[in-house]
């Protein structure tokens, strides 16, 4: 994926800058994030316990699982900042979860670029209102606003 400029980023504010794949969310991926977390709740680690006790049909995703793909959706849609050495995740400003997201479905993520701040220091804060959709639903997953911070050498300093 070709960089982007800090001025092209700038020119992108307030329009939807990506929309990433479709991916699946399987049992298998919903099993191991428990696993990491230690969150075994059954309505989302017993598919028949979940099917028989919840109004879901079986069991669904993590809203935290989903928040962490949002990384890997990230960098498989959105281009690098030119100059960039290293981003980080600066937290959100918002987070709802508005629809379960149920095994085997599939989710992408919509980005809007909300807002870029280009600090002295060489840090540039990049705010996205970002969209989780599931493929065949009227409800999204969640809306989320995330700022991320991408480091990338101040001018003075580049030579």
Do not use: Y
Not at 127 to 152: Q, Y
């Amino acid at each position: 994926m070709t960089p982007i400029t800090l001025e092209q980023l700038l020119d992108s504010v307030g329009k939807e800058v990506g929309v990433s794949p479709w991916r699946v969310v399987s049992q298998t991926m919903i099993d191991q994030f428990a696993d990491a977390t230690d969150d075994h709740q059954f309505i989302h680690c017993d598919p028949e316990r979940a099917a028989l006790e919840t109004p879901f049909g079986g069991t669904i995703a993590h809203g935290f699982l989903l928040l962490s793909l949002l990384s890997a959706m990230t960098f498989e849609t959105l281009p690098p900042l030119e100059k960039g050495k290293m981003g980080v995740n600066h937290g959100f400003d918002q987070i709802r979860f508005l629809a379960p997201v149920k095994t085997g479905s599939r989710i992408r993520a919509r980005f809007l670029l909300a807002d870029v701040k280009a600090r002295p220091s060489g840090w540039v804060q990049v705010t996205h209102d970002v969209t989780i959709e599931i493929e065949g639903a009227r409800k999204p997953a969640l809306n989320a606003r995330w700022l991320t911070l991408t480091f990338a050498e101040p001018e003075a300093r580049q030579s």
